[in-house]
């Protein structure tokens, strides 16, 4: 075992044998992780600050996809930034190298690297706030199918450590950006327009054809993203920061425009989210997690699935009138 490995042990153990006590809900497995990232950061850091110092300036943590939404199922993988305050050559390496330390870290307490680079490592996700701030300028102006992913991702952030207004400066930027220009809040919703087909007029539910998967629904992809998806556009679209899902349909019931649609969606994102955590608990991988064997169901769970992934095709054909209505 490396010395790295052994700095991180016990974290592992700890997340492998106390999971099945948090999966009762969504809510109590996402603190349970915020729990264990926590201890990784704190080793992290000490162990980075021996080599090379304190932070030279203020400085933000941030989380991005299912974790900045608080939406992580049991196996995860690592999506995170950093924002900095000082705009110079000696900050930039001491944070990414910290990020570096973190993302090392996370991946000997089971959260393997992004396999997409979506971490703090990454000289694109860890920057200056004057870079950040360009940064964004240039992928609202861009408004390719590329750089408006990433705005979708900036969406997503949640503070982890450091100081929170760096991360809401930066979500305030897209919003403000976004609601003052129908055109680029089309092209934000085109990014996620592309919906694969997963149940039939007579209520068939499509499945992978081939691949070791065949048989099998990718729940993800089919389900959860066109929730996640959508009802960030609409966040976006009346500049609601907040992160979760659950959350900003929170919000979004409050608006006058979109109050009488929302609770039949939140119902079903809830319902989801449980039908998750009870399909994919025993997932050997993280790939393997996003998937579930439909011929293991029985008729009420396959019933509650096919209502699944109606209600979103729904909420998806909503949001595309709405972003096409301007």
């Known amino acids: 075992m490396t010395t790295r490995e052994q700095l991180y042990a016990d974290i592992l153990q700890e997340k492998e044998e106390m999971m099945d006590q948090h999966l009762h809900s969504t809510q109590r497995l996402n603190a349970f992780h915020d729990e264990i990232m926590t201890q990784v950061f704190s080793r992290a850091f000490k162990l980075h600050e021996q080599v090379y110092g304190p932070p030279p300036c203020p400085y933000s943590l941030f989380l991005l996809g299912s974790a900045g939404r608080f939406e992580q199922g049991t196996i995860s993988d690592q999506d995170h930034g950093i924002v900095f305050q000082l705009d110079t050559e000696e900050a930039s390496t001491y944070f990414l190298q910290l990020g570096q330390t973190f993302a090392d870290g996370l991946n000997e307490a089971g959260y393997p690297y992004c396999e997409g680079n979506v971490m703090s490592s990454n000289p694109i996700w860890c920057r200056?706030?004057?870079?950040?701030?360009?940064?964004?300028?240039?992928?609202?102006?861009?408004?390719?199918?590329?750089?408006?992913?990433?705005l979708h991702m900036i969406y997503d952030a949640r503070i982890f450590h450091g100081e929170k207004e760096a991360?809401?400066?930066?979500?305030?930027?897209?919003?403000?950006?976004?609601?003052?220009?129908?055109?680029?809040?089309?092209?934000?919703?085109?990014?996620?327009?592309?919906?694969?087909?997963?149940?039939?007029?007579f209520g068939q539910i499509f499945t992978e054809q081939n691949g070791q998967h065949a048989g099998s629904l990718n729940l993800k992809q089919s389900a959860f993203l066109p929730y996640v998806n959508a009802i960030r556009v609409l966040a976006v679209s009346e500049g609601i920061e907040l992160s979760s899902t659950l959350n900003r349909m929170k919000a979004l019931k409050q608006v006058p425009a979109h109050a009488g649609r929302i609770p039949e969606y939140e119902e079903a994102f809830r319902t989801l989210?449980?039908?998750?955590?009870?399909?994919?608990?025993?997932?050997?991988?993280?790939?393997?997690?996003?998937?579930?064997?439909?011929?293991?169901?029985?008729?009420?769970?396959?019933?509650?699935?096919?209502?699944?992934?109606?209600?979103?095709?729904?909420?998806?054909?909503?949001?595309?009138?709405?972003?096409?209505?301007?």
């Open 273 to 326: 989210l449980d039908f998750r955590l009870r399909a994919l608990k025993n997932a050997p991988d993280y790939d393997s997690s996003h998937y579930i064997n439909i011929e293991l169901l029985g008729p009420i769970r396959k019933r509650e699935l096919r209502h699944i992934l109606k209600t979103a095709e729904s909420l998806h054909h909503y949001v595309q009138r709405w972003t096409t209505k301007g």
């Open 167 to 201: 991360v809401s400066t930066l979500k305030k930027q897209v919003s403000i950006a976004l609601k003052k220009d129908a055109h680029k809040l089309k092209r934000f919703f085109e990014n996620i327009q592309y919906m694969k087909k997963s149940v039939g007029l």
């Open 128 to 150: 200056s706030a004057a870079e950040w701030k360009n940064q964004i300028s240039s992928w609202i102006e861009e408004e390719t199918l590329g750089t408006m992913r990433s």
